[in-house]
């Protein structure tokens, strides 16, 4: 099995003791529809990364909340920068015209755009939303036609995953994605690097930029200049970066690349 499906199923795992607690290794076999030894093989490399630790007839997590290799949680990740989210959020709304088919990504960032869409009716009512953020359907019930694509929850974001996701963003066609990241990579050669702390909304987010006519990152200032797990893109897949403070390094890494970068007036 190639390195991208083995790393795929780790992150399976991991995401299968957070959410349901210490599992026997016949469950995760069962789950993952692999063998018994290659599920054996996958808990020693991640109990030899220190991510879980094995007990008798399975595995569970290293610790209850291990913050450096799970996601932070969203109650948490809400209150990172709020000011700076509202702020992008106004901004994104510049690149927006009636009647465009908006995808709007899952996230703390993207709920704030999707607040700022609610107090502009007269132009939320002529656009078609699209997304798989739970939060960001639940801000924009009623307000514009909306199409929320189906698939597994993944808890720390409230965002729809997997493989009936996949499947449904390549059915259509989008005029904007307005996408948000973990973080941003100045480290790779060429242009900076758009990461995600887990593989599956990683791959999510490469299929809709796919599919996409245009696509604009949403990210505050604090992303710039972390490496991160999984890429999905590049500087050069954007036409804007919509942040609240671009640092002048980062600045000049996207407007090489060709991006247009956006700070509120």
Known sequence: MTAPLAEERLERILHLLAERGPQRTTALTEALGVSGATTRRDLDTLAGRGLI????GGAALATPTPAEHQDQQYRDRQQQQPDAKTRLAQAALGLLTPGMTLYLDAGTTARAVAQALRRTPQLTRTLRVVTHGLDVAYELNGECPLYVVGGE????????????????????????????????DAAPPGPPGLTNSNL??????TAILDRARHAALIADHSKWGHPGFATFAHAGDLSHWVTDAAPDDARAAFTAAGVRVVTPA
């Open 53 to 56: 630790r094995k007990v008798h």
């Open 153 to 184: 929850v993944y808890g720390s974001t409230y965002s729809l995953t997997g493989p009936d996701a996949l499947d449904t963003v390549r059915r259509y066609r989008y005029d904007l994605f307005l996408v948000g990241c973990t973080s941003i």
């Open 200 to 205: 599956v909304e990683a791959q999510l987010k």
